[in-house]
C-alpha cells in the first residue's frame, strides 16, 4: 500500500520527536526562524540533474535558487582531463564519454543528444560491439568464437528474464539467471567474454547485479512485434527508447560544455551558483532548510533538492538533521554504486591493436580486461593514447595502489599480450579514483536483486515537503546514463515547482514498509 510522503500532522509529530532526540545547534534554530532566506529553493550538486533541475524551475518562472556544488566547476561526473606530454596533449574523459542511444524515425530524442548537437560538441560513432581484437596471457589468441557466444548468451539472459515477467517470479542474481539460462563460464576466455557484456556495461558482477533489471535496461534485442505494441512500449529501455547506437564525445573543450554552455543559457555565475561549497550538513524543519557547508557558512530556504550520487548518500559524507527516516535510509542502501575506471597511457608510438577495442583475457577474472585505442581514425590519430577499464573490486583494489605500481602491473600485461614487442615506457599515465572521491563514491548505480520496485519509488520520494532528491540514480529506466540525470531533473524539478506553486504539497509518494509477498516460512 502507498502513503504520501507529507501529511501535516506527521511532519508535526516528526518535528516534536526529533526537536527532543537531536537538537538542532541553537544557532541553526534562529537562523532558520529569523534570518531572511538566501533564496527559495538550494540545489544540492551541480551535475547533469541539479543544472537540468535548475533549468526547469526557471522555466517555470522560479529564479530563486542556488546550486551548491563542492568542485570548482559544474559537471559533475561529466569530468575530462588534459592528457599527455605537452607537444601531445588531449582532452580525455575520465567520466561519461558516450551519448547513448540517439534518437530513431520522429521517435524520442535522447535529451543528451539534442543538447550534444545544441552546442556543437563532436562526436564519433563508437561500435564497440564489432571488430574487437583477443588476446590472453599467452599473447595474441583468436577466440572470437567464445566473444559471439557471450552475446548469445547475454541474449538468452534477457529472453528468459522476460519470460519470467508476466508470472510475477521473483528476481534473482544475474549469476543464477546466466546458469538457468544455460551459461556457465569456466575458461578465462569464457569469463573475459562475459565480462565484456556485462561488467564492463554495469561497472559490477552479474553476482552483484539483478537478473530482470540487467536484462531489462539492456535488452537490445529488437521486438519481433512493431516497435509500437503495447506490450513492447512497455519494455522500452535506453536502447528502444531513443536507438542502439553510441557516440564517444571527442570534443576537445570536453563533453561536460554540452552542460557548462546550456548552462550558460540560463544561469546566473554570481547570483545562482556557489562553487568550492562542500555541503556537510543538511538541517530539515518545518519551516525549511538551513545547509551548513564546511566552512561554516549556514544556507537557509525553504527547499532543498539534493543530487549527490548514491555513494555519497551511502558513505554519510553529508549528515542529515533529523536522520533520513528509516524507508529511505533502506532505499538507499539497498541500491548499489559500481565503479568504473578508465586507465589512461600514453606511449611515444602506436604498438597495439588497430581496432577500436581490444578484450584480454587473465587467468584471474577482471583483471584489465577491456582495452580502448584512442589512437585510432575516428578519434584521436597519433595520440598515442591507449587506456584499459576495470570496474567493481577490482577497481577498489586498483584505488588503494600508488600510480606507479597499478603502472607496472599494466606493463606486465601488455608484455604478456605482445610477447615480441619491447613496451617502450609511458609518457604520461593517469586514472580518477572514483570510489575514493568524497563528491562521488562510486562511478554509476547499479540495481542489485534485493532492489524491489518499492525501494525504487522510495528512492526517489521526497521527505517531507522540504527534502527532495533527484539524479542518475533516482531514474527508474535509465539509472546509470547522463539521460537518467537529466530527465529526472527535469521531472522532479516540475514536481517541485508544482509544490512550490500549488499551495498544497503532497510531492511524491513513498511505501512506509517494503514487504516480501509472503511471510517467511522459518518457523
Ligand atoms: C567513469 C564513468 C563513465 C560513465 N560513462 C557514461 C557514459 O558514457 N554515458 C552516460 O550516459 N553516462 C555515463 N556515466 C554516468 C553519468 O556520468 C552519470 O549518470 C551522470 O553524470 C550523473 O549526474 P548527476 O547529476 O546525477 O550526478 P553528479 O554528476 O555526481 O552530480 C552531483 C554533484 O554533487 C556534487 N557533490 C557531491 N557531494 C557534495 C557535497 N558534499 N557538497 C557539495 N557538492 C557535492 C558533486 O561534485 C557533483 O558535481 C559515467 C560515469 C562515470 C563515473
Ligand atoms: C575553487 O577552488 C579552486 C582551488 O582552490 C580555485 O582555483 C578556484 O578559483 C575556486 N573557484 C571559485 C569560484 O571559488
Ligand atoms: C527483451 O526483449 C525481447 C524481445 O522483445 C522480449 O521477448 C523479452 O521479454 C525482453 N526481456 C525483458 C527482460 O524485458
Ligand atoms: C517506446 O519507443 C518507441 C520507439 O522509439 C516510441 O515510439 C514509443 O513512444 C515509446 N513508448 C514509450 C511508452 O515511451
Ligand atoms: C613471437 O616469436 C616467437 C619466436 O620467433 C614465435 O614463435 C611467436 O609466434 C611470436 N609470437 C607473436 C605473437 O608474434
Not at 534518437?103 to 535529451?111: E, H, L
Not at 595474441?140 to 548469445?152: N, W, Y
Not at 619491447?422 to 534485493?450: C, E, K, M, V
Not at 533527484?470 to 540525470?485: I, N, Q, V
Request: with cysteine; aromatic share 12%; glycine share 8%.
Amino acid at each position: 500500500m502507498l502513503f504520501w510522503a507529507h501529511t501535516l500532522s506527521a511532519t508535526l509529530l516528526a518535528a516534536c520527536f526529533f526537536s527532543q532526540t537531536y537538537p538542532l545547534p541553537l544557532t541553526t534554530q534562529s537562523v532558520l526562524k529569523d534570518r531572511p532566506k538566501d533564496a527559495r529553493v538550494l540545489i544540492l550538486g551541480g551535475g547533469m540533474a541539479g543544472v537540468i533541475a535548475a533549468k526547469t524551475l526557471h522555466e517555470q518562472g522560479i529564479d530563486d535558487f542556488i546550486i551548491v556544488e563542492g568542485k570548482g566547476e559544474l559537471g559533475g561526473r561529466m569530468l575530462s582531463h588534459r592528457f599527455g606530454a605537452v607537444n601531445n596533449q588531449w582532452t580525455i574523459e575520465l567520466g561519461a564519454n558516450w551519448v547513448q542511444g540517439t534518437q530513431t524515425g520522429d521517435g524520442p530524442a535522447n535529451p543528451i543528444w539534442t543538447l550534444a548537437q545544441k552546442h556543437n560538441i563532436a562526436l564519433q560513432s563508437s561500435d564497440y560491439f564489432g571488430n574487437v581484437a583477443t588476446y590472453d596471457a599467452s599473447g595474441p589468441v583468436d577466440f572470437q568464437d567464445v566473444f559471439r557466444q557471450s552475446i548469445r548468451d547475454f541474449q538468452s539472459l534477457t529472453a528468459v528474464a522476460g519470460a519470467r515477467v508476466p508470472h510475477s517470479l521473483v528476481d534473482m542474481t544475474a549469476r543464477s539467471g546466466y546458469a538457468l539460462s544455460g551459461s556457465r563460464p569456466v575458461t578465462a576466455h569464457d569469463m573475459a567474454a562475459e565480462y565484456y557484456q556485462f561488467d564492463w556495461e554495469f561497472g559490477a558482477t552479474p553476482e552483484e547485479t539483478s537478473w530482470l533489471a540487467s536484462s531489462w535496461v539492456h535488452n537490445r534485442s529488437t521486438p519481433g512485434d512493431p516497435a509500437s505494441s503495447d506490450e513492447d512500449s512497455a519494455h522500452n529501455n535506453t536502447f528502444r527508447t531513443f536507438s542502439p547506437s553510441n557516440l564517444l564525445s571527442t570534443d576537445q573543450r570536453g563533453f561536460k560544455t554540452l552542460i557548462l554552455d546550456e548552462a550558460k543559457t540560463f544561469l546566473d555565475p554570481e547570483e545562482q551558483v556557489r562553487l568550492n561549497a562542500t555541503v556537510t550538513t543538511i538541517h530539515t524543519s518545518e519551516h525549511g532548510v538551513t545547509v551548513v557547508l564546511e566552512d561554516g557558512t549556514a544556507l537557509v530556504a525553504d527547499y532543498a533538492l539534493c543530487t549527490f550520487s548514491l555513494g555519497v548518500l551511502q558513505h554519510d559524507d553529508v549528515r542529515f538533521v533529523p536522520p533520513l527516516p528509516a524507508w529511505k535510509q533502506e532505499a538507499i542502501h539497498s541500491m548499489a554504486m559500481g565503479t568504473y575506471t578508465k586507465i589512461f597511457l600514453q606511449f611515444p608510438y602506436r604498438f597495439w591493436f588497430d581496432t577500436e577495442m581490444a578484450l584480454y583475457a587473465d587467468p584471474e577474472r577482471g583483471r584489465y580486461p577491456v582495452w580502448q585505442s584512442l589512437d585510432h581514425d575516428a578519434f584521436f590519430p597519433d595520440s598515442g593514447i591507449l587506456f584499459v577499464t576495470v570496474t567493481g573490486e577490482f577497481s577498489r583494489r586498483i584505488e588503494s595502489m600508488t600510480d606507479s605500481a597499478v603502472q607496472t602491473e599494466i606493463l606486465s600485461v601488455l608484455r604478456a599480450m605482445y610477447p615480441n614487442t619491447t613496451i617502450p615506457d609511458p609518457l604520461d599515465f593517469y586514472f580518477q579514483r572514483w570510489y575514493r572521491d568524497p563528491f562521488f563514491r562510486g562511478s554509476y548505480s547499479n540495481w542489485p536483486a534485493n532492489f524491489l520496485s518499492e525501494h525504487q519509488t522510495n528512492m526517489r520520494a521526497n521527505v517531507d515537503e522540504r527534502l527532495w532528491f533527484a539524479g542518475e540514480a533516482t531514474s527508474k529506466k535509465h539509472f546509470g546514463y547522463l539521460h537518467g540525470a537529466y530527465l529526472e531533473g527535469r521531472d522532479i524539478g516540475l514536481a517541485l515547482a508544482d509544490c512550490m506553486q500549488g499551495g498544497d504539497c503532497f510531492g511524491l509518494e513513498h511505501v512506509d514498509r517494503v514487504r516480501t509477498a509472503r511471510p517467511y516460512d522459518i518457523v
